[in-house]
């Protein structure tokens, strides 16, 4: 029997349970883990997936009509396991959360991920490989359908790993869609089907691709469903949660682009060599707000910039030296999903692109090679 319930038992013989004023209130998620979800689901019976709404859409009712000890009681217990209860009144108001966000991660400093994987496994109650792989996709989309305390209880979660944390309610977001077509009677058809769900929407077309701005959501999830349907192949992103490199194309040699250079990061020593090497990528890991900022700011000054986002990326690693070589193998093996044939060649053969990585996965392989004496670079593929 769990320690909640012997207390609730405990209570019960002494003043009894039911039958009170008092009202108890899961405000927040808190601290606590994704284990800690069965005591929830002793207050509230149904199915895990009941406790986990409640949880994740707090502020929820988890009782009322308890006598104050017992509430009070629960209240202890609950707030040991980590998550934020009160205790008040059965009539005073309440408002409950509402499930409206969606939350993705933003890790910076590759030397916290190990730690940031371990919280995310903890928060959701997966295993590590799966949250490795959550953490490290673009965009690292830890949970959705949650309310604002838990967005806040995220934050300060992870906040002790220096973690950016990407909000967004899906229903208000704009969202952009990449449909790779290399066929023209396909495109045809598809660019027919984006033209009747959304007429306003600005098609960009390349030979491998339509690339479709600015869709609301209706209009997203329209388009998704058709798409899926006739089995094309299709991605579409939130805005919001989506990052980029942004690449300065073209730009005139003023004293104000170079102002935009240094206030992008680049040392004023090496602003010559940057305006002499166009294109290239004068600011990383940018939300879509600084995106547009920094794109109206070039412009303004008469340069051209241009933003990429990490969805649409995929990096390899180049192996210059290795040290370590069955080390170097296992971890490409174990950390980058590489089959052992294909890390071990990539290991004897050096020089040579290997991987199909995310930006983060390639970063942080990038980081833990070099503790074992690897040279490794990273390159878009």
């Known amino acids: 029997m769990s320690p909640l319930m012997t207390a ?23 601290t606590a883990d994704a284990a800690a979800l069965r005591a929830i689901r002793q207050l509230v019976p149904g199915a895990i997936s009941d406790a986990a709404r409640i949880v994740y859409q707090a502020p929820s009712e988890l009782r009322a009509g308890l006598h104050a000890d017992a509430a009070a009681e629960m209240q202890r217990l609950l707030q040991g396991l980590g998550f934020c209860v009160s205790v008040s009144r059965a009539d005073t108001a309440f408002e409950p959360g509402v499930g409206e966000f969606e939350i993705a991660l933003v890790v910076r400093k590759m030397e916290t991920l190990p730690a940031v994987i371990t919280e995310a496994a903890a928060f959701l109650g997966t295993d590590l490989p799966t949250a490795r792989r959550l953490v490290c996709r673009s ?38 869609a990449v449909i790779p077509v290399d066929n ?132 390899a690693l180049v192996l210059r030296s290795v040290g370590d070589p069955p080390a170097v193998a296992k971890l490409l093996a174990s950390l980058g999903d590489l089959p052992e044939s294909a890390a071990t060649e990539a290991v004897a053969r050096r020089g040579v692109p290997v991987g199909n990585f995310t930006r983060t996965t390639a970063l942080w392989l990038q980081h833990v090679l070099a503790g074992q004496g690897c040279d490794a670079g990273v390159e878009i593929r």
Do not use: K
């Open 139 to 176: 965009p690292a989309v830890l949970v959705s359908h949650v309310s604002e305390a838990t967005v806040r209880a995220v934050e300060n979660r992870f906040a002790p790993f220096g973690v950016d944390i990407d909000v967004s309610r899906p229903r208000d977001a704009r969202y952009y």
């Open 8 to 30: 609730s038992a405990t209570v019960s013989d002494s003043v009894g349970v039911f039958g009170g004023e008092t009202r108890l209130v899961l405000e927040s998620v808190g």
């Open 184 to 315: 023209a009677a396909v495109r045809r058809v598809v660019i027919d089907m984006i033209r009747a769900i959304a007429p306003e929407a600005v098609i960009a077309e390349s030979d491998a691709a339509l690339v479709v701005e600015n869709l609301g959501f209706a209009a997203a999830e329209a388009l998704w469903e058709r798409l899926r349907r006739t089995g094309a192949r299709a991605s579409i992103c939130n805005r919001d949660l989506e990052r980029y490199d942004v690449s300065l194309t073209q730009a005139p040699d003023t004293p104000e682009v170079r102002d935009l250079l240094v206030t992008c990061g680049v040392p004023r020593r090496l602003v010559d060599r940057v305006l002499g090497n166009l294109p290239l990528v004068i600011q990383q890991n940018v939300s879509y707000t600084e995106l547009q900022t920094l794109l109206d700011r070039a412009a303004a000054l008469g340069a051209v910039a241009t933003g990429v986002p990490y969805a649409f990326q995929r990096f």
